[in-house]
């Protein structure tokens, strides 16, 4: 019997983010395995361009969809409650849309989302045949403590206990596994990362031997320890200038944070730092990233002790050598797979992210060979044929 898979992009509007590009990569993959009895349809909403539409050959269920700011408890109990709702109509028009019963596909899921698909599930489940959930965001910082998200997901994850067999959990971190069982006792499948940039071939991996690109990607913000990568900056400029000639940065100062790492950048003139002051599509952004040699992600261990990143991702499948903060989920993967470089240190600090610049200035040769062997791996393993796949073995039983 032929089921209708619907894979749910609420927050899909514009061609200036990574999601179309996934997205897109996806629908073409789809197309391309022609699966039997799998109807498959991307769901977007009304604030989406017109061509982008068209292009998915995208159905219109949610109407105005937006995120919603907030500020203080109520106002945060509100959002959650106006986002549900929304999400929750936009499920109830699949269901009177289509005679059969329905497989949904979230690609991240928040509370507002696990409260919607309850809703459905209580008032329609005789309509759906699965709800695939994705679980990418943590509960915690670092050091065990919750954040104001975790009693939401408690109680919403309680409530779709009552329609486990119509729900499944998928996530893409094994760390991120293991804390969800922990806390929620959920048992979440482990796929690859859809996150891949095309095309991946040799000719993207480059080295100069004459310069170092070292880039700092994606945007500015506190969990990345943008700030401390400026001030790292203005100490290499005062203490180690002449013997760092040969570096180049590419800086990513788009964010909440620019005017602050402005300032700091402007007392590191003398370094050969190319500043994009503004977001970038996909094509300046993979110019960009192909044009470095080693990506610096020293990321806040509270953020991302347990999350993927997609710039990582991204970085070692183009055989760029990485540098990131121990206690990651980067740092698990360069461990694992011995490959990288992990700041060890217990403090990510200015001095930290300095020592590491200097350290890879002096050894990027003996990496680099490891840093092609790894891109390899994981171009195959984290390819958009094979998360389908994946995804599909889920439900296709």
């Known amino acids: 019997m032929m089921k209708n898979f619907y894979w749910l992009e609420p927050d899909l509007q514009s061609h200036g983010c990574h999601m179309y590009t996934t997205t897109s990569i996806f629908y073409e993959t789809f197309k391309k395995l022609n699966i039997k009895d799998i109807n498959i349809k991307f769901v977007v909403s009304n604030l989406c361009e017109v061509d982008i539409k068209n292009n998915l050959n995208a159905e219109i269920l949610y109407d105005s969809y937006r995120n919603i700011g907030y500020s203080g408890f109520w106002s945060f109990l509100t959002r959650e409650i106006r986002l549900s709702f929304w999400n929750f109509i936009a499920l109830r028009r699949l269901v009177k849309k289509n005679n059969g019963q329905s497989i949904c596909y979230f690609n991240t899921v928040q509370s507002y989302h696990l409260f919607s698909i309850f809703f459905a599930l209580l008032f329609y489940g005789n309509k759906f045949h699965k709800f695939i959930a994705t679980l990418r965001m943590s509960n915690r910082r670092s050091n065990g403590d919750k954040s104001k998200r975790f009693i939401l997901y408690q109680f919403s994850l309680f409530l779709l206990k009552f329609f486990n067999k119509k729900i499944i959990y998928v996530t893409d971190s094994e760390l991120l596994k293991a804390e969800f069982s922990a806390d929620f006792k959920i048992d979440a499948a482990v796929l690859c990362i859809p996150h891949v940039p095309v095309p991946l071939t040799s000719s993207n991996i480059t080295l100069s031997a004459n310069q170092i690109t070292i880039g700092i990607l994606g945007g500015v913000r506190e969990s990345k320890n943008s700030i401390d990568v400026a001030k790292a900056l203005v100490d290499l400029e005062k203490f180690h200038y002449d013997s760092m000639k040969n570096l180049k940065f590419i800086f990513h100062n788009f964010g909440p944070l620019n005017p602050v790492i402005s300032k700091y950048l402007a007392n590191a003139s003398k370094l050969n730092i190319v500043v994009r002051a503004d977001a970038l599509d996909d094509a300046m952004y993979y110019d960009d ?69 200097l350290f890879v200035k002096d050894n990027l040769n003996n990496f680099n060979k490891r840093s092609l062997q790894i891109s390899h791996f994981y171009r195959s393993f984290h390819s958009p044929q094979k998360f389908v796949c994946e995804l599909l073995d889920l439900v296709v039983t």
């Open 289 to 357: 990233i192909n044009n470095c040699d080693v990506i610096l992600l020293p990321y806040s261990p509270d953020f991302y002790h347990s999350v993927t990143s997609g710039v990582f991702l991204e970085a070692v499948c183009l055989g760029k050598h990485v540098i990131v903060s121990n206690n990651t989920w980067m740092s698990d993967q360069c461990i694992r797979y011995n490959f990288g470089q992990v700041i060890y240190e217990d403090k990510i600090d200015k001095e930290s992210i300095l020592n590491s610049i």
